[in-house]
């Protein structure tokens, strides 16, 4: 608006028609004042907008009407844009069309006018004026850092969720139902990014009013709320809702409360085992998505197959067990993904249904079973004592692999360690013991120490330090009677025929033997000298090297001490009178070496 009549103007009568010549639609009009003047002093009478049929059908009419009393009026020498036409939402399938503005019929007068002191004036307009129409939709890249709270003790307040499903949502109600913008996947920092967002809302004409809905969904597991095929859910999240974003970018952080962060922990936890597994099983990698089942109405978690369903099951209840949900007890579910590996896989795949515990003596195959989940939670968590927390994280229980000891909350401390292999713990144990990163104390090697007394410094005569790998080689590798491995005996079986590249008689027996299996005494048999650990316990030339290496030359250990006290002395050692025994057996018709034990 121009005025250079050399007079303020007191009165304005001016309409404007908005229409498009060629069938472009929009939702409303209108008008509205804008600039610097000041409407309500400068026209103090009369400051009047009205619409007619401003519906964005057909042609659109808006009409100012001004008038002042006292009032300043439009002061001569305004230079400025002072009122305002806005139309819309408008979908982009107008774009390319026109839209076209003009002067209009104003009632009550009809005609366009500027009155003042002096009279009144028609006004300069020379319309109509037309656009086309572009892509006029402002954007907005919204980013959003995605946590879950976690109320494990030593834990930060919160984690970042990384690799999770997060939905975008355009909250509509009241006006309309509300809608998905966007799916994306958070990155490894919990960050997910949705890039162009249309920044207008579709009801009134605003800025979007959006909110999040985080899955407890990721690349490697699906934590739902009931079975799948009982109707259960994708566990999910929503946010509180974020008012009329601005264009550009929009940046924000949401927080899933601990009263619905399990699903999200179990999701994400779960990855750790996924990824130790397909790094130590080259060639056996898991590609599958695990579904885990976090619910209410039961005691225990379980690995559990219903049909073709194969699910984790992890009890959210609080129970006379575990008096609080596992939904943050990290050790279980690595035990229970454990057995999903094992079925998986192929091997251990004991059927029994029965009740057991720690330090319960049940059947060699549930033993073998439940003592590899115990080993592979220990393994993921690297640390051989396992805790889980009960009672609302008030309390807590623990089982060790290394010393065989175990608690539970008001209970006095227990041990499973020397309960053969018909325990889980004793079986858990064994396993450890061939892993575990450290060996213990090789003092006394040929002395294979006694349940009550054993030998070695942590009372469990551990003297292996092999990593998983020959453990994995012999469980996935391993077959008796054209099946997987069923039990630790059969473990042992396969370990030394036809696994033969890491023989370890010695401390194998006397690992087996401190666990409880009493059937594992000794590494000899028959007659002495097999120094080499031979499966077919023949004495050659091959023995009496590998003996004269370890004596002279600092090689390697005999496979079994006892094989390599050949004349069977007290001593229990090798010394240069078992190699002069050896050297008169092979090679001068000298007496057979002495039998076993």
Known sequence: ??????????????????????????????????????????????????????????????????????????????????LSITIGPMSTGQIGKTICIDSAYYPPSGLWLWAGPAGSDEPLWG??????????VNTTD????????????????????????VELWDKNLPHGPDSVLDTKWTNANGRCEFDSIVNLDQYDSTRQDIFFRVYSINYFAIAYD????????????????????PNGAFTTSVTVPSNDAGPFFLADKVVKSYNAWNSAAVGDEIHKTVKIVLKADTLVSEYVERGSEKLIFINDSTDNVGMWSDAFNEPILHHEYGHWIHWDKHFLKDTSIMRHWMDS?????????EGWCHFWSAY?????????????????????FETGLFTRPNKPLRSFNAMGTNNEGACAGILWD??????????????????????????????????????????????????GILTMEEFWQVWFDPYSKNLYQQEMSDLFYEHGDSTKMGCCYGIRGNIDGDASEEIVITDLVHLIDYMFLGGLQPACHAEANVNGDTTSVSDIADLVYLIDYMFDYGPAPASCP
């Not at 805790?387 to 623990?398: H, L, P």
């Open 142 to 165: 919204v980013t959003v850092d995605v946590s879950y709270a976690n109320p494990v003790p030593g834990s930060a307040a919160s984690s970042v969720l990384p690799h999770a499903m």
């Open 380 to 400: 993921i968590m690297n640390d051989a004592r396992r805790v889980e927390y009960w009672r609302n994280f008030q309390d807590s229980a623990w089982d060790d």
């Open 361 to 369: 003596v049940t059947i060699p195959s549930l033993a073998a079973k």
């Open 434 to 483: 061939i892993y575990d990163a450290v060996a213990d104390d090789t003092s006394s090697l040929s002395d294979y120490g006694s349940l009550s007394y054993p030998h070695h410094s942590d009372g469990i005569g551990d003297q292996l330090s092999l990593g998983i790998d020959p453990i994995l080689d012999v469980f996935l590798d391993g077959e008796v009677n054209s099946r």
């Open 1 to 82: 608006m121009a005025n250079n009549s050399g007079y303020p103007v007191h009165g304005i009568t001016s309409g404007f028609e908005v229409y498009s010549p060629d069938g472009a639609y929009w939702t409303l009009t209108r008008g509205d004042t804008l600039g610097s003047l000041e409407w309500s002093n400068s026209f103090d009478l009369i400051c009047a907008i009205n619409h007619y049929s401003a519906t964005g059908y057909s042609a659109d009419t808006v009409g100012f009407g001004l008038a002042q009393i006292v009032g300043n009026g439009l002061p001569d020498g305004f230079d400025d844009t002072a």
């Open 226 to 245: 009931d079975f799948p095929s009982h109707g259960g859910q994708e566990h999910y999240w929503e946010s509180a809702v974020h008012i009329d974003i």
């Open 127 to 136: 319309g109509p004026y037309c656009w086309a129409i572009e892509d006029f």
